[in-house]
C-alpha cells in the first residue's frame, strides 16, 4: 500500500470540498472495497476524506410516503429495518443475497452503489485494464470471461457491475442525491447514475470528482409483489451470473403491468423500457418470453459467458412465476 494522507471530515461540505481541492483524494466510510483496491495498488489516493461521522447513517420517511436512506447507512441495518422489509422488501433481499454478514454490517449504502468491478483482470495489475490504466487495452476480450458482460460492452470493456442492492434500486426508480466541492446539491435518477464503458471505461458514475452522495431516496412502494433472485456459483459470497429484481401486479396468471432490472449482465443495473412494455396485460410465460427478448435484444457473449443469455431468460421466468402465483 502506497502512503497516503488522512483526514476526519468535520460536515458535509467540507468533506467535498476537501475531495475537490486534491485531484488524487477520495472518501472512505465503510472501506470494504477500497482498502482491498489500495492493498493491490490498484487504488492508490494520495490523501483520504473519512466521512464516517457526518450523521449520514439514518433511514427517513419521506413527505411522499417513500424513504430517504443516509449514504452511511450500513448495508445490514437497511436490509433489517422494519419499513424497508415492509414496503421495499426486494431491497432487503438484494441486500441480504450481497457479500457476508460481516461485510454487511460494515459496508454502506453510498459506498455500495460506488463500488468497482470485479473483473479479475482489473484486480491484477500485472494486465492491462483500460478501466484501470485508460489506453492500455482489455485482458477480458478474448480471455477468460464467464463473469463478464453480454450487454452495453464497448471494445474498450465487458466487465459488469457488481452490486445487487444497486439492481433494486434501480427497479424502485431511487434518486441519489449528492453535494459538490462548492456546496451545490443535486438529485440524479439512478437510471442516470451508473455509465456504460464506452471510450471511457475508466469512469463508473456520472459524478464529478469531490462530489459527495448524501443520501438515496425510494419513492412511495409501486403497486405489486417484488422478487429479487440471484443466482451464482454458490450459494453465498459470489457475485451474480445474473441476477432480477421484479415488481409485478398480476391477476389470474395474467401480469397487468411490470418492472424488471437485470444484475450481472452489462456495466450498469440494466432495465428496457420495452421488456416491461412487453409484459403488459400478457400472460406469464408469454409476456416472459417477450420481455426477455426486447431485455436482451444486441447481448453478445464472449463465448465463457455464452450461458448468461439463455439463463437471463430462465432466471426472468421464474421471477415472473414466482410473482405472479
Not at 56 to 75: A, C, K, Q
Not at 117 to 134: A, E, G, I, L, V
Not at 141 to 155: D, Y
Not at 214 to 233: A, I, N
Request: proline share 6%; hydrophobic share 40%.
Amino acid at each position: 500500500m502506497k502512503p497516503f494522507t488522512y483526514e476526519r471530515a468535520s460536515s458535509v461540505e467540507a468533506a467535498a470540498q476537501a475531495v475537490a481541492q486534491k485531484p488524487e483524494a477520495k472518501f472512505i466510510a465503510g472501506g470494504t472495497n477500497l482498502l482491498d483496491l489500495m492493498k493491490i495498488q490498484v487504488e492508490t489516493p494520495l490523501h483520504l476524506v473519512d466521512v464516517n461521522r457526518l450523521g449520514l447513517d439514518r433511514i427517513e420517511d419521506t413527505p411522499e410516503g417513500g424513504l430517504r436512506i443516509g449514504t452511511l447507512v450500513r448495508n445490514s441495518d437497511l436490509a433489517a429495518d422494519a419499513r424497508v422489509r415492509d414496503r421495499y422488501p426486494v431491497l432487503s433481499r438484494a441486500l441480504l443475497a450481497g457479500a457476508s454478514g460481516q461485510l454487511r454490517n460494515k459496508a454502506t449504502t453510498g459506498g455500495n452503489l460506488l463500488q468497482r468491478t470485479r473483473c479479475y483482470y482489473f484486480y491484477d495489475p500485472s494486465k492491462p485494464c483500460n478501466k484501470r490504466t485508460p489506453g492500455s487495452g482489455c485482458s477480458a476480450i478474448g480471455g477468460f470471461t464467464r463473469n463478464h458482460a453480454v450487454l452495453g460492452t464497448s471494445e474498450h470493456c465487458i466487465a459488469t457491475h457488481p452490486s445487487d442492492m444497486a439492481v433494486a434500486m434501480r427497479v424502485l426508480d431511487a434518486q441519489v442525491e449528492t453535494v459538490d466541492g462548492q456546496g451545490g446539491r443535486r438529485v440524479i435518477p439512478i437510471a442516470d447514475f451508473h455509465r456504460l464503458p464506452g471510450d471511457t471505461p475508466q469512469v463508473d458514475t456520472n459524478l464529478a470528482h469531490g462530489e459527495l452522495i448524501t443520501s438515496v431516496v425510494l419513492p412511495p412502494p409501486p403497486p405489486g409483489k417484488q422478487v429479487y433472485r440471484k443466482v451464482r456459483d454458490r450459494a453465498s459470497y459470489a457475485f451474480a451470473l445474473v441476477s432480477v429484481a421484479a415488481i409485478v401486479e398480476s391477476a389470474g396468471g395474467v401480469v397487468r403491468s411490470g418492472r424488471v432490472a437485470f444484475g450481472g449482465l452489462a456495466h450498469k443495473p440494466w432495465r428496457v423500457d420495452a421488456a416491461e412494455q412487453a409484459l403488459a396485460n400478457r400472460k406469464v410465460d408469454e409476456g416472459a418470453r417477450d420481455a426477455a427478448d426486447a431485455a436482451l435484444q444486441g447481448a453478445r457473449g464472449q463465448g465463457d459467458n455464452d450461458f448468461k443469455i439463455p439463463l437471463a431468460r430462465r432466471v426472468l421466468a421464474g421471477v415472473l412465476a414466482e410473482a405472479a402465483a
